[in-house]
Structure formats: C-alpha cells, structure tokens
T-cell receptor
Framework: GAVVSQHPSRVICKSGTSVKIECRSL??????MFWYRQFPKKSLMLMATSNEGSKATYEQGVEKDKFLINHASLTLSTLTVTSAHPEDSSFYIC????????????FGPGTRLLVL | AQKITQTQPGMFVQEKEAVTLDCTYD???????LFWYKQPSSGEMIFLIY??????QNATEGRYSLNFQKARKSANLVISASQLGDSAMYFCAMRVAGGTSYGKLTFGQGTILTVHP
C-alpha cells in the first residue's frame, strides 16, 4: 500500500511556542490530505482538508489562525500549531487520499504533541 | 449529515475464535464507502477493508470480512481465527461523495478488541 510519513513522531514544547508537523506521501502524489486530532482512547476528529495549491477547508470549531495548514506540493502538507498551549496536547494524524477506485486514505504514523 | 456508530466500547475474544465488531451508519447520500481501520497501541492507522455502497458482494480481505446489510445500514467487521496481534482499537469510517471536503472520513467511536490466549 501507499506510504505516508509524518515528522516529528513526538514533540515536547513550551507553552507559547509554535510547532510544525510535516506529512509526506512517499510513493504517490496526493492532491488531498487530511489532518485529524485524536485524544487518548477516543475517535479521530477531522480538523481540516488540505488541497494542493489552495486554502485548506477547516471543520467547524477548528481555529484557522491557530492551526495553520499549508499544502505546498503534491507530496507535502504541513500543520503548524501556533502559540501552543497545554490544551493543544494531543495526537495529530494526517492522511492522504489516493484518487480513484476505493478512494482509500492512507494514514501517517501520527505525531504526539505535548505542550508544557 | 453523516454519522457512524460503534456501540461496543470493548470486546473480548479467545485466540483462534471469530469475533464481530458492530458498525451502523446513517447518510442520505446514495453513494458512499465504508472502511475499517485498526489502530494498535503505537497509534498508526492500518487500513483493513473497504465496502462500496453499490458493491453487490460483501468485501473480504484475508481473515477480515465485512457483513454489509444495506437495508439495515450496518457494516459489521468479522475477524476469523483471532490472533493475539489483533488486539487493538478498531474504527469504522464512512466516506460520502461530493462536497468541498471530498473524500473526508467520518469515524465511529471505536471498539477496543482484546484477544485472550
């Protein structure tokens, strides 16, 4: 299957700093990538849809200015958590859509963010 | 609006036995896809199986099969011959066609499966 990577896998930062998370499709081009947030033992909540070359579409309740998403190329999308606070601590997972057929989404391994 | 419901927070099964994880969905869109993902403790989401709304036959992938009952709007996952490595969180998800976020998935609450030796 298609491979999606995320970097970093784990990050600890101080409150007030910004953190950038990268999501890359390694062996295919992804015109659409998705960013999810997951709390321990809970479901995945879609934050935004990232389309290459255009502005991201955010889900209701997600702060656009706090969670900046950039999809600069067909293989890379980034999520920047600006002015991070302890409540932003979570597991962030990206996925990339493989067009055609099943329209399967392949997920990255996730990034655990801890804001102190 | 689309909704996915998994009513079993936790399930237990003996090794080598079969287990069914329940999933019901709700959508008014006639074209949709149903997915099952496995999430072990490491956090990665592993794609297991897919069922399209127009597929006539139930999907199967190795030990995984999807019991698709369209009239009941259910898409239960059946795992045959359970293995210890099957212990994980399992998510049912649905994708509907169209819209500005084409391809986005809506997930159920998840079911934690524990396989006993």
């Amino acid at each position: 299957g298609a491979v999606v990577s995320q970097h970093p896998s784990r990050v600890i930062c101080k409150s007030g700093t910004s953190v950038k998370i990268e999501c890359r499709s390694l062996d295919f081009q992804a015109t659409t990538m998705f960013w999810y947030r997951q709390f321990p033992k809970k479901s995945l909540m879609l934050m935004a849809t990232s389309n290459e070359g255009s502005k991201a579409t955010y889900e209701q309740g997600v702060e656009k200015d706090k969670f900046l998403i950039n999809h600069a190329s067909l293989t890379l999308s980034t999520l920047t958590v600006t002015s991070a606070h302890p409540e932003d601590s979570s597991f962030y997972i990206c996925s990339a859509r493989v067009a055609g057929g099943r329209e399967t989404q392949y997920f990255g391994p996730g990034t655990r963010l801890l804001v102190l | 609006a689309q909704k996915i419901t998994q009513t079993q927070p936790g399930m237990f099964v003996q090794e080598k036995e079969a287990v069914t994880l329940d999933c019901t969905y709700d959508t008014s869109d006639p074209s949709y896809g149903l997915f099952w993902y496995k999430q072990p403790s490491s956090g990665e989401m592993i794609f297991l199986i897919y069922q399209g709304s127009y597929d006539q036959q139930n999907a199967t992938e190795g030990r995984y099969s999807l019991n698709f009952q369209k009239a009941r709007k259910s898409a239960n996952l059946v795992i045959s011959a359970s293995q210890l490595g099957d212990s994980a969180m399992y998510f049912c998800a649905m994708r509907v066609a169209g819209g500005t976020s084409y391809g986005k998935l809506t997930f159920g609450q998840g079911t934690i499966l524990t396989v006993h030796p």
